[in-house]
């Protein structure tokens, strides 16, 4: 008669031990993302040279426009506020793209445009009041050139965003970007991210401390 298997087998072999458990593969990041995160560092050095650069000059002016005298913190707190909320549509649309709500992430990835439209736009109002209302240009006084360099770079990678982010669109609409094939909204969400991360820093250092 055949012995019947030890109920020991099934959980260790001969020895009665316990398997160990099956290892997850690990999780590691591709070129692309590897090359996103370079360049982001890369950005951190830029703007930190910048903004470095912005704080040495305060109040080393002989002559006005002071920036008291001219930055209006109203307008920059809404604008900031739509930076910010940016950040939070983005978020919410890759969210939905995972989940495979393709309706619904279109709509969050349009109002995350729309939110980085609605600063540009701020933006070229205030630049427009200090250089028509002030006479605030960049060759005016160490704050018009630090301001415009430091701000104007800003707007120049929030510009560059809402570009990335409406290519990402044309791909949907185009059919070549999906659930399993979202890799360029992910990219440029870090990159999102990265751009209203550095505007806190920069508010904080031109609209707060520098005033």
């Not at 590691?28 to 950005?43: I, K, N, P, R």
């Not at 059919?175 to 440029?188: C, D, E, I």
């Amino acid at each position: 008669m055949t012995a019947s298997a030890s109920p020991m087998a099934d959980h260790g072999g001969t020895t009665g031990l316990p398997f160990p458990p099956a290892i997850a593969p690990e999780q590691t990041l591709d070129a692309a993302q590897w090359g996103m995160l370079a360049f982001l560092v890369s950005e951190v050095a830029f703007f930190g040279t910048l903004i470095t650069a912005y704080v040495a000059y305060i109040g080393q002016d002989t002559a006005g426009p002071t920036p008291r005298e001219v930055l209006s913190l109203p307008l920059v707190f809404v604008t900031t506020l739509c930076l910010l909320a940016s950040s939070g549509t983005i978020h919410l649309a890759d969210r939905r793209l995972h989940q495979g709500r393709a309706r619904e992430f279109r709509l969050a990835w349009a109002a995350t445009i729309a939110l980085g439209i609605a600063f540009l736009l701020g933006t070229a109002y205030e630049w427009r009041e200090l250089i028509v209302e002030h006479q605030l240009t960049i060759s005016r006084n160490l704050f018009g050139s630090t301001f415009y360099t430091l701000v104007g770079f800003h707007g120049l990678h929030v510009t560059m965003g809402i570009l990335m982010m409406l290519a990402v669109l044309v791909l949907m609409f185009a059919g070549q970007l999906s659930t399993k094939n979202r890799k360029p909204v992910q990219l440029v969400s870090w990159y999102w991210h990265f751009v209203d991360g550095v505007w806190i820093v920069v508010f904080a250092v031109v609209y707060l401390v520098g005033r």
